[in-house]
C-alpha cells in the first residue's frame, strides 16, 4: 500500500509541477500579447481621411490628413469654392503630442508648411502660425481659434468632421 501512495503522490507532484510549467507559458503569453497590443493601439490616434467644417454645398474649409500610424501625421488644409474649385491654404507636418485613456482622443502638434495662404477664401492677409495645436475626438479634428489664420464667421467653423469617402 506504500509503494503505491508514494507513486500517486510523486504522479501527483509531477501533475503539479507541469501544470504550474503551463500556466506560467499561458501567462507569459497573455502579458506578451497584452503588451504588443498596447503598443500597437498606442498611437492610433485620429483616423486618415476629409475633415470639412462645412456641408458641401457651400463654401468652406476642408483637411485632408494621413495618419501614418507611427506617430507622424501629414495633411493640408485646403479651400472649396461655390464653383467646385479648391485651393491649398497651407501644408502641414506634425505628430501625437498626447493620447486620451482610449487613443481615440488627445492632441496633435502640427507644423504649418508649404504654400500658407491662409487667406484665399477673401484674399485677405492672415498669418498662418508655424506651429498649430489641434484637439481630436472621435472622427473630429478641432483647430481651437482658427480665426486667428483661417477667415471664418464662427469658432464652430474650427471644428471639422470626418467626411464619408468621396465628399468634401
Known amino acids: ?6 507513486f500517486r503522490v510523486r504522479e501527483g507532484v509531477i501533475a503539479l509541477a507541469l501544470l504550474t510549467g503551463v500556466a506560467s507559458l499561458v501567462l507569459s503569453v497573455v502579458a506578451i500579447a497584452r503588451d504588443s497590443k498596447t503598443t500597437t ?23 485632408t490628413f494621413l495618419n501614418r500610424g507611427d506617430g507622424d501625421v501629414r495633411g493640408a488644409m485646403n479651400f472649396l469654392f461655390q464653383d467646385g474649385q479648391t485651393s491649398v491654404v497651407f ?29 484665399v477664401a477673401t484674399q485677405t492677409s492672415l498669418a498662418t502660425p508655424s506651429t498649430i495645436s489641434v484637439v481630436f475626438g472621435a472622427r473630429q479634428l478641432d483647430f481651437g481659434e482658427c480665426s486667428m489664420y483661417l477667415t471664418v464667421s464662427s469658432l464652430s467653423a474650427c471644428t471639422f468632421t470626418l467626411k464619408s469617402s468621396g465628399t468634401i
Open 1 to 6: 500500500m506504500s509503494e503505491i501512495f508514494r
Open 41 to 63: 493601439t498606442a498611437m492610433s490616434g485620429p483616423v486618415s481621411g476629409v475633415y470639412a467644417d462645412g456641408p458641401s454645398s457651400v463654401p468652406h474649409y476642408f483637411v
Open 91 to 119: 501644408t502641414f507636418n506634425g505628430w501625437i503630442a498626447s493620447l486620451g485613456s482610449h487613443s481615440t482622443s488627445g492632441t496633435l502638434t502640427l507644423s504649418a508648411a508649404g504654400v500658407k495662404n491662409s487667406s
